[in-house]
Structure formats: structure tokens, C-alpha cells
């Protein structure tokens, strides 16, 4: 069974930045699209950046230009560099397939942005 590792949350204030990780085990990132969600309260979850198989990115309009999705498949981890964020970038953020497996979500890591 597949198991997903996300770390790197933390408190930022406004502008800041931050850097998500997600370590997999039983899921090999080079034959996986994998993507960066998230959910904030009272509000589903969203996906806010993928990466195919072939390296290929695309992102939420509302996260483009400041969040940067990357990958280091030796390590079978995939990252989310996240700039000027803001106080809606508040969430739990989760990395899974693309599309997600239910039973891949993880614990998630909570990004809070203060104004």
C-alpha cells in the first residue's frame, strides 16, 4: 500500500515562503503524474500544481507564477516551492496521484499565512 509523507508546513507571514516536500513509499514517481492539493476550511480540496510522468507542470491561476512544483526521483520525492504567499494560501496542503487515490492521502501539512 501506497504511503505519502508531506512535511514543510509551518506559520509564514504574508510574502513569505516556504518549501513543501512528499516522500512516497509504493508508488514510484517516474510512472506516476503526481500533484500538490489543498484544503481549506469549510472549503474542498483543490489541486494547485501537477507534474506528469514526462515532467510537465501546470498550476492553479491562482498559485501561477508563485509556486514552483519539481521532483527528485532517486529520492521519490516531489516538492512545492511556494512564494509571496498570502493569507488564502491558508490550508492543509497534500501531495497524491493525479488523479488522487483515496486511499493515498496522507496526513497533509498545514500552511497558515498571516496578513
Known amino acids: 500500500q501506497a504511503q505519502l509523507m508531506e512535511s514543510g508546513g509551518g506559520l509564514v507571514q504574508a510574502g513569505g515562503s516556504l518549501r513543501l516536500s512528499c516522500v512516497a513509499s509504493?508508488?514510484?514517481?517516474?510512472?506516476?503524474?503526481m500533484g500538490w492539493y489543498r484544503q481549506a476550511p469549510g472549503k474542498q480540496r483543490e489541486l494547485v500544481a501537477g507534474?506528469?510522468?514526462?515532467?510537465?507542470?501546470n498550476y492553479a491561476d491562482s498559485v501561477k507564477g508563485r509556486f514552483t512544483i519539481s521532483r527528485d526521483i532517486a529520492k521519490n520525492t516531489v516538492y512545492l516551492k511556494m512564494n509571496s504567499l498570502k493569507p488564502e494560501d491558508t490550508a492543509v496542503y497534500y501531495c497524491?496521484?493525479?488523479?488522487?487515490?483515496?486511499?493515498?492521502w496522507g496526513q497533509g501539512t498545514q500552511v497558515t499565512v498571516s496578513s
Open positions: 509504493g508508488i514510484i514517481f517516474r510512472f506516476n503524474a
Open positions: 507534474i506528469t510522468v514526462g515532467g510537465d507542470t
Open positions: 497524491n496521484t493525479r488523479p488522487p487515490i483515496s486511499n493515498n
